[in-house]
T-cell receptor
Framework: DGGITQSPKYLFRKEGQNVTLSCEQN?????MYWYRQDPGQGLRLIYY???????QKGDIAEGYSVSREKKESFPLTVTSAQKNPTAFYLCASSPTGEIGTGELFFGEGSRLTVL | GQSLEQPSEVTAVEGAIVQINCTYQ??????LSWYQQHDGGAPTFLSY??LDGLEETGRFSSFLSRSDSYGYLLLQELQMKDSASYFC????????????WGAGTKLIIKP
């Protein structure tokens, strides 16, 4: 079945360590996104990519990095520079990057806890 | 600045109707979306309004008034499985068409 797969579902990290969250989609969507969700808050955009080998910073990109070498994959690295990385991370994709209904298709999320 | 306001929590009874409001302040409004998210789960798309009026999809309807910068999600014949958080999100032209999200409304349904 088509969809978005995020891994791992749960991740624990020590302070000072980098960690990479995986996001793979087989929906043949052009655009992919990473969001961060904190309790009681809306989603905040970290990075997005509308085409392979290109990506743009969202509202809270500091301390994060991404790559988009393949259409299907958009991994997110949470670096040690991110001061408060404990959060729920959501990856999403959409068939068009700029216009349309605004429908995003989400993965099940990765919950990162920094010890 | 750009902001969306929605109530933090709404309580309703099973079988009833509930309305979740969303007011927005954005510089380049393009459309209003609604998403549902169950605890610990992924948000799922419910509806999208770009023009004024009511859009109906089964038990769920969504309304938009661009002149009032206001929209709402209407849920009818509430079922216990509708207990979730509901987010409004504006697609904003001035943010390169990216979505700006409200903080979400937790819908609690009582039997």
């Amino acid at each position: 079945d088509g969809g978005i797969t995020q891994s791992p579902k749960y991740l624990f990290r020590k302070e000072g360590q980098n960690v990479t969250l995986s996001c793979e989609q087989n929906l043949n969507h052009d655009a992919m996104y990473w969001y961060r969700q904190d309790p009681g808050q809306g989603l905040r955009l970290i990075y997005y990519s509308q085409i392979v080998n290109d990506f743009q910073k969202g509202d809270i990109a500091e301390g994060y990095s991404v790559s988009r070498e393949k259409k299907e994959s958009f991994p997110l690295t949470v670096t040690s520079a991110q001061k408060n990385p404990t959060a729920f991370y959501l990856c999403a994709s959409s068939p068009t990057g700029e216009i349309g209904t605004g429908e995003l298709f989400f993965g099940e999320g990765s919950r990162l806890t920094v010890l | 600045g750009q902001s969306l306001e929605q109530p933090s929590e709404v309580t309703a009874v099973e079988g009833a109707i509930v309305q979740i409001n969303c007011t927005y302040q954005t510089s380049g409004f393009y459309g209003l979306s609604w998403y549902q998210q169950h605890d610990g789960g992924a948000p799922t798309f419910l509806s999208y309004n770009a023009l004024d009026g009511l859009e109906e999809t089964g038990r769920f309807s969504s309304f938009l008034s661009r002149s009032d910068s206001y929209g709402y999600l209407l849920l009818q014949e509430l079922q216990m499985k509708d207990s979730a958080s509901y987010f409004c999100a504006v697609r904003d032209l001035d943010s390169n068409y990216q979505l700006i999200w409200g903080a979400g409304t937790k819908l609690i349904i009582k039997p």
